[in-house]
C-alpha cells in the first residue's frame, strides 16, 4: 500500500529510546518499557520488553516481562531486568537502529511497532510503539525523530 513504511529509524536518545542500538555482531534491538493504560476497572500494567533485529531490520526475537501495575511497580526489581536483558547482549553500542514495523502478542495484548494506517483521506500514516503509544513515528520515516 502507498505511504506504509517499510523501516522506520529510530535515533538514540535520553528518553524513550535511551536504549536502542547495535550489538557487536550487528544486530539491532530495542530494550524498553511499554505500558498498558488503566482502562475502566483495569490497572494498567508496566513491562519491560526487549525486541532483537537482524541487520536489515526484521524482528529475530521479543522477550516481554510484566511487572503488574504501576502502583505496585518495584522499580528496582524492573531496572535489575533492564540491566540483566543489557548485558545478554554482549557488547553493543547505543546509537540510531532502523527496524521494520512489527507486531507481536504478549497476555493478549499487542506489542511492537504497530503501524495505523490512515482511516480518510485526510489522515496519515503513522507507527505506533504499542502498548502505551508512547513513541508515535511520522513520514518521512528516516528522520530518527518520535513524538510522545
Given at each position: 500500500?502507498?505511504?506504509?513504511?517499510?523501516?522506520?529509524?529510530?535515533?538514540?536518545?535520553?528518553?524513550?529510546?535511551?536504549?536502542?542500538g547495535v550489538?557487536?555482531?550487528?544486530?539491532?534491538?530495542?530494550?524498553?518499557?511499554?505500558?498498558d493504560p488503566?482502562?475502566?476497572?483495569?490497572?494498567?500494567?508496566?513491562?519491560?520488553a526487549?525486541?532483537?533485529?537482524?541487520?536489515?531490520?526484521?524482528?529475530?526475537?521479543?522477550k516481554?516481562?510484566?511487572?503488574?501495575?504501576?502502583s505496585?511497580?518495584?522499580?528496582?526489581?524492573?531496572?535489575?531486568?533492564?540491566?540483566?536483558?543489557l548485558?545478554s547482549?554482549?557488547?553493543?553500542?547505543?546509537?540510531r537502529?532502523e527496524v521494520?514495523p512489527?507486531e507481536?502478542?504478549?497476555?493478549?495484548?499487542?506489542?511492537?511497532?504497530?503501524?495505523?494506517?490512515?482511516?480518510?483521506?485526510?489522515?496519515?500514516?503513522?507507527?505506533?510503539m504499542q502498548?502505551?503509544?508512547?513513541?508515535?513515528?511520522?513520514?518521512?520515516?528516516?528522520?530518527g525523530?518520535?513524538?510522545?
Open positions: 500500500m502507498e505511504g506504509r513504511p517499510t523501516l522506520i529509524a529510530i535515533e538514540h536518545d535520553d528518553y524513550h529510546a535511551e536504549h536502542v550489538t557487536g555482531d550487528g544486530r539491532q534491538f530495542i530494550l524498553t518499557t511499554p505500558f488503566a482502562v475502566g476497572t483495569n490497572l494498567g500494567c508496566e513491562f519491560v526487549l525486541y532483537v533485529f537482524d541487520k536489515a531490520g526484521h524482528l529475530l526475537e521479543a516481554v516481562d510484566s511487572f503488574g501495575p504501576r505496585s511497580l518495584d522499580e528496582s526489581t524492573r531496572r535489575s531486568l533492564l540491566d540483566e536483558r548485558a547482549l554482549g557488547d553493543i553500542s547505543f546509537k537502529v521494520a512489527f507481536i502478542e504478549h497476555l493478549g495484548i499487542k506489542f511492537g511497532l504497530i503501524v495505523r494506517e490512515p482511516e480518510d483521506d485526510d489522515d496519515i500514516w503513522a507507527v505506533e502498548p502505551g503509544n508512547y513513541m508515535a513515528f511520522f513520514e518521512p520515516w528516516d528522520s525523530e518520535y513524538d510522545t
